[in-house]
């Protein structure tokens, strides 16, 4: 079974410019997470979707970050524009139902790195 | 709120020694545990995780935790520690009505030739 996908990897821009990032969850899970975790903190929730629905957004920056899962699939999270302090690992989760319930499992991406100069 | 702490923020021992890493949550119902492992330059990965009966939680890679109630802890230990176990840990907590799992801060394993 393949795991949670995303793009790129790696991502190193100038403050000011935007970045996108990509996500294709394990296929057939309803819930799609994007998590920040910046250098020395655990992660922390940007946005939750279900299907192609918000959840949670409570903790993402709108002024600068957006995400979409148009077609409740995959899922892009946006900065716009970036800041010093966006320097973090960008991860991306799934799992086959909302909430934290017996069996619900969230399994992670590898994550996008992304450094802002 | 429900919270984390990890009160170690890094840990070392020799490879062989057992481990056993500290995780103190809060939660106002019956809290859901979880451990994850994160390697460098890797996402996270459950090794284990309780949502109840045996306090004792048996994971991948050799690992255990211990559920328990009274000190508000799920311990994560090993009884022998490989160098492959060097890594990031991280404790996390939620619960019937959490959508979400909250993370604490991570120990880092730093594990001795």
């Known amino acids: 079974e393949a795991g949670v996908a995303q793009s790129p990897r790696y991502k190193i821009i100038e403050k000011r410019q935007s970045v996108a990032f990509w996500c294709n969850p394990i296929?057939?899970?309803?819930?799609l997470y994007w998590y920040q975790q910046i250098l020395g903190q655990g992660p922390k929730l940007l946005i939750q979707f279900q299907n192609n629905g918000v959840v949670d957004d409570s903790q993402l920056p709108k002024d600068r970050f957006s995400a979409e899962r148009l077609k409740g699939v995959d899922s892009t999270l946006k900065i716009q524009p970036a800041k010093l302090e966006d320097s973090a690992v960008y991860l991306c989760a799934s799992s086959p139902e909302v909430g934290t319930g017996a069996g619900n499992t969230i399994y992670f991406g590898e994550g996008s790195w992304l450094t802002v100069v | 709120a429900q919270s984390v702490t990890q009160p170690d923020i890094h840990i070392t021992v020799s490879e062989g020694a057992s481990l056993e890493l500290r995780c103190n949550y809060s939660?106002?119902?019956?809290?859901?545990l979880f451990w994850y492992v994160q390697s460098p330059g890797q996402g996270l990965q459950l090794l284990l995780k309780y949502f109840s009966g045996d306090t004792l939680v048996q994971g991948i890679k050799g690992f255990e935790a211990e559920f328990k109630r009274s000190q508000s802890s799920f311990n994560l230990r090993k009884p022998s520690v490989h160098w492959s176990d060097a890594a990031e840990y991280f404790c996390a907590v939620g619960g019937v009505g959490s959508y979400i799992p909250t993370f604490g801060r991570g120990t880092s394993l730093i594990v001795h030739p």
């Open positions: 939660y106002g119902a019956t809290p859901y």
């Open positions: 296929s057939g899970h309803a819930t």
